[in-house]
């Protein structure tokens, strides 16, 4: 009976994931990445990915359920402005303070946002809608006429990369505890969040 293809798989994404997490995607190799998954076979991720493109994007496939699931519930709950802004920022404080596979998840995310090689719309392309068009409707319609449209998009497209670095920094542990933790940085990241959004203008 022949051996099943998923163990190596599996073993090939834990892989990518970590070193992506800690060196970016720019600063990991495949050939890294087969060695840290030990697989010995030269052509083991070709065979299951094709190419890095490939294996990004069921890396992908398998990690941003928890981010969308996460922030389709928050959607659902969402009455006020803290908890529209909760939407966007929330689940990356709560993978940051949580356990070591979603702090991984994060942390990789980051990454894949700071890669100069991939544009935005790169990067949109390979991690889809992750649940926040709904939420931006819903602070467009909370906030009124100010700030414009083209600046509160903005303000959404910057906060969300900030807040996600924010996230992988406190991720990988450079954190001040002494100062606060992990509940009061949860819940000053949707703060910051929607202080920035709100801001005069």
């Given at each position: 009976?022949p051996?099943s293809?998923?163990?190596?798989r599996r073993?090939?994404?834990?892989?990518?994931?970590?070193l992506?997490?800690?060196?970016?995607?720019?600063?990991?190799?495949?050939r890294?990445?087969?060695l840290?998954a030990?697989q010995?076979n030269?052509?083991?991720?070709?065979?299951?990915?094709?190419?890095k493109?490939g294996l990004l994007?069921?890396?992908?496939?398998r990690e941003?359920?928890?981010?969308?699931?996460r922030?389709?519930?928050?959607?659902a709950e969402?009455?006020d402005?803290?908890s529209?802004a909760?939407?966007f920022v929330?689940?990356?404080?709560?993978m940051?303070?949580g356990?070591?596979h979603e702090?991984?998840?994060?942390?990789?995310l980051?990454?894949?946002?700071?890669?100069?090689?991939?544009s935005?719309d790169?990067?949109?392309?390979l991690?889809?809608?992750?649940?926040?068009?709904?939420?931006?409707?819903?602070?467009?319609a909370?906030?009124?006429p100010v700030?414009r449209?083209?600046?509160?998009?903005?303000?959404?497209r910057v906060?969300?990369?900030s807040?996600?670095h924010?996230?992988?920094?406190?991720a990988?542990?450079?954190?001040?505890a002494?100062l606060?933790g992990?509940?009061v940085f949860r819940?000053?990241?949707?703060d910051?969040?929607l202080?920035?959004?709100v801001?005069p203008?």
């Amino acid at each position: 009976m022949p051996r099943s293809p998923e163990p190596a798989r599996r073993q090939i994404l834990d892989a990518a994931l970590q070193l992506f997490a800690a060196n970016g995607i720019s600063g990991t190799s495949l050939r890294e990445i087969r060695l840290a998954a030990n697989q010995r076979n030269a052509a083991a991720l070709q065979y299951h990915f094709t190419d890095k493109e490939g294996l990004l994007r069921a890396l992908l496939e398998r990690e941003l359920p928890l981010l969308i699931e996460r922030r389709t519930a928050l959607l659902a709950e969402a009455d006020d402005l803290w908890s529209i802004a909760a939407v966007f920022v929330l689940p990356f404080a709560e993978m940051a303070t949580g356990s070591a596979h979603e702090r991984d998840v994060v942390q990789f995310l980051s990454q894949l946002h700071d890669d100069t090689s991939y544009s935005l719309d790169d990067i949109t392309a390979l991690i889809g809608d992750t649940g926040t068009p709904k939420a931006a409707e819903m602070l467009r319609a909370a906030l009124g006429p100010v700030p414009r449209p083209e600046v509160l998009n903005e303000r959404i497209r910057v906060g969300l990369n900030s807040y996600l670095h924010a996230a992988a920094i406190w991720a990988r542990g450079q954190r001040r505890a002494h100062l606060v933790g992990d509940e009061v940085f949860r819940k000053n990241m949707v703060d910051m969040f929607l202080g920035a959004l709100v801001a005069p203008y």
